[in-house]
C-alpha cells in the first residue's frame, strides 16, 4: 500500500471523477463546469431535497417531470399545493414536499427568488439541514463544504479503515471527510465522492480493482473493506395495524379525502380510514354500504414502523352520502397522484370492482 496525501487522495479522485462521472438531469458535467458552466442552484435544491431517503434511479424521472413544469424557483414558488403534492406522490417522506414549496415560497418572498450563497442563510429555510445546506454551497456556488451522506460515510470508513461502529463514527468521518475537501473544485469533489461510494465503493461488494484511491485504502490493504462501516443493529421496527376504506361511486367516482398537514402522508389524497395502532382497529366506515373485505393484506414500511392495512371496499349508489371525505370523478382521478401507501390499497381493491 502506498501512503498518499489528502492532496494527492483528492487529486486522484477529481482525475477519475473527470472521466468517469455520472450523466444526472440536474449535474453540470466537469468539463462543462471547467469551461465555465454554473450549476443552477434551483436544481441543485431541487435534486438535493429529491434525493433524501431515495435512489437516484428513483428520483430521476420526478426530477424531469418536476422541472419541466416548474423550471425554476419562481414557477415552483406559485404552484398549486395540490398539484405538487400529486407530483411528488411515490417519492415518500411527503414533508419533504410540503417544506419544498414552503422553501421556494420564503425565496422568492425574502429573497428576491434567489438562493441564498452562505450556510447559515441556507439553514435557515424549511427542510434544509446542514446537508443540504452544505451541498447547495459546495456545488452550486463552487465554495468549500464538507458535504457527507451515507456514500461519503462508507467510502472515509473504508479509506481510513474506522471501525468505530455508526453512528457514534459520524463525527470522525465528518472530521476525515472534511480534511478531504479542496479549497478549489470543491463542488466537483463532493459529487466525486458521492459517485465513487454509488458506483464502486458499493455497500456488499466494493470494487476495489477499479476505484481510484485503492493504494491509500487503509481497509483495502487490511481485507475489511467489505465490512465496513460497521453498524450497530436496529432493532425490529414494531407493526401497527390500520383499515382503509375504498369506495366507488357507480357512477365510477372514488371517496378520497385529504389527510391533516401534519403528520405521515400530511396533506395528501388517500382513502378514509381508522387511525394506525398496534392494536387492531375497529371499524369506522365512511359511509354506509355493504362493504367487503379485500383478500390482499397491504404491507408497508415507514421509518420507524410497518404498517398491515386491511382494505374494505364497497359499491354505493350515485346519491349516497359520506360522513367524511368527497367523491372523484372517473375522469379526475388519477391513481398516481396517491402515495404509495393509497396507490397500493388501491391495487387490492381493483379486482373487487372488476368482478362486480
Same mark, same amino acid.
Given at each position: 500500500?502506498?501512503?498518499?496525501r489528502?492532496?494527492?487522495?483528492?487529486a486522484?479522485?477529481?482525475? &477519475?471523477?473527470?472521466?468517469?462521472?455520472?450523466?444526472?438531469?440536474?449535474? *453540470?458535467?466537469?468539463?462543462?463546469?471547467l469551461?465555465?458552466?454554473?450549476?443552477?442552484?434551483y436544481?441543485? &435544491?431541487?435534486?438535493?431535497?429529491?434525493?433524501q431517503?431515495?435512489? *437516484?434511479a428513483?428520483v430521476?424521472?420526478?426530477?424531469?417531470? =418536476?422541472?419541466?413544469?416548474w423550471?425554476?424557483?419562481?414557477?415552483?414558488?406559485?404552484?398549486?399545493d395540490?398539484?405538487?403534492?400529486?407530483? &411528488?406522490?411515490?417519492?415518500g417522506?411527503?414533508?419533504?414536499a410540503?417544506?419544498?414549496l414552503k422553501?421556494?415560497?420564503?425565496?422568492v418572498?425574502?429573497?428576491?427568488?434567489?438562493?441564498?450563497?452562505?450556510?447559515e442563510?441556507?439553514?435557515a429555510?424549511?427542510?434544509?439541514?446542514p446537508?443540504? #445546506? #452544505?451541498a447547495?454551497v459546495?456545488?452550486?456556488?463552487?465554495?468549500?463544504?464538507?458535504?457527507?451522506?451515507?456514500n461519503?460515510?462508507?467510502? *472515509? #470508513?473504508?479509506?481510513?479503515?474506522?471501525?468505530?461502529?455508526?453512528p457514534?463514527?459520524?463525527p470522525?468521518l465528518?472530521?476525515l471527510?472534511?480534511?478531504l475537501?479542496?479549497?478549489?473544485?470543491?463542488?466537483d469533489h463532493a459529487?466525486a465522492?458521492?459517485?465513487?461510494?454509488?458506483?464502486?465503493?458499493?455497500?456488499?461488494?466494493p470494487?476495489?480493482?477499479d476505484?481510484?484511491?485503492a493504494?491509500?485504502?487503509?481497509?483495502?490493504?487490511?481485507?475489511?473493506?467489505?465490512?465496513?462501516?460497521?453498524?450497530?443493529?436496529?432493532?425490529?421496527k414494531p407493526i401497527?395495524?390500520?383499515?382503509?376504506?375504498?369506495?366507488?361511486?357507480?357512477?365510477?367516482? =372514488?371517496?378520497?379525502?385529504k389527510r391533516?398537514?401534519?403528520?405521515?402522508?400530511?396533506?395528501?389524497?388517500g382513502?378514509?380510514?381508522?387511525?394506525?395502532?398496534?392494536q387492531?382497529?375497529?371499524?369506522?366506515?365512511?359511509?354506509?354500504?355493504? &362493504?367487503?373485505?379485500?383478500?390482499?393484506?397491504v404491507?408497508? #414500511?415507514?421509518?420507524?414502523?410497518k404498517?398491515?392495512?386491511?382494505?374494505?371496499?364497497?359499491?354505493?349508489?350515485?346519491?349516497?352520502h359520506?360522513?367524511?371525505?368527497?367523491?372523484?370523478?372517473r375522469?379526475?382521478?388519477?391513481?398516481?397522484?396517491?402515495?404509495?401507501?393509497?396507490?397500493k390499497?388501491? *391495487?387490492?381493491?381493483?379486482?373487487?370492482f372488476?368482478?362486480?
Open positions: 500500500m502506498t501512503i498518499l489528502y492532496e494527492e487522495i483528492g486522484a479522485l477529481l482525475g &477519475w471523477y473527470d472521466r468517469q462521472a455520472r450523466s444526472l438531469p440536474w449535474r *453540470v458535467a466537469p468539463a462543462d463546469r469551461a465555465g458552466q454554473n450549476p443552477d442552484p436544481r441543485v &435544491w431541487l435534486s438535493e431535497i429529491m434525493l431517503q431515495t435512489t *437516484v428513483s430521476r424521472d420526478y426530477f424531469l417531470r =418536476f422541472t419541466a413544469r423550471p425554476d424557483v419562481r414557477s415552483l414558488a406559485a404552484a398549486d395540490a398539484e405538487v403534492m400529486g407530483e &411528488w406522490a411515490g417519492l417522506y411527503y414533508a419533504r410540503r417544506n419544498l422553501c421556494a415560497r420564503m425565496i418572498s425574502d429573497h428576491a427568488g434567489r438562493f441564498p450563497e452562505a450556510r442563510a441556507l439553514l429555510l424549511p427542510g434544509i439541514g446537508y443540504t #445546506a #452544505a447547495i459546495a456545488i452550486a456556488h463552487d465554495t468549500p463544504a464538507t458535504v457527507v451522506d451515507g461519503v460515510e462508507r467510502v *472515509v #470508513a473504508r479509506l481510513f479503515c474506522i471501525e468505530t461502529p455508526q457514534a463514527a459520524k470522525q465528518t472530521a471527510a472534511a480534511r475537501t479542496p479549497q478549489r473544485r470543491a463542488g459529487q465522492m458521492m459517485d465513487l461510494g454509488a458506483t464502486i465503493c458499493t455497500p456488499r461488494d470494487g476495489c480493482d476505484c481510484p484511491l493504494r491509500a485504502c487503509l481497509a483495502r490493504a487490511r481485507g475489511l473493506a467489505a465490512h465496513l462501516p460497521n453498524r450497530v443493529a436496529k432493532p425490529a401497527r395495524h390500520g383499515i382503509a376504506y375504498v369506495t366507488m361511486r357507480s357512477d365510477g367516482a =372514488f371517496l378520497l379525502e391533516p398537514a401534519k403528520g405521515l402522508l400530511g396533506g395528501m389524497l382513502w378514509p380510514g381508522t387511525d394506525w395502532s398496534e387492531r382497529p375497529e371499524p369506522t366506515p365512511p359511509i354506509r354500504a355493504n &362493504w367487503q373485505r379485500c383478500e390482499t393484506e404491507r408497508h #414500511a415507514f421509518t420507524h414502523f404498517l398491515r392495512l386491511t382494505v374494505y371496499c364497497a359499491l354505493v349508489p350515485t346519491g349516497a359520506p360522513r367524511c371525505g368527497q367523491f372523484v370523478t375522469r379526475r382521478f388519477r391513481p398516481s397522484d396517491l402515495p404509495t401507501l393509497m396507490r390499497a388501491y *391495487v387490492a381493491a381493483r379486482p373487487v372488476e368482478n362486480d
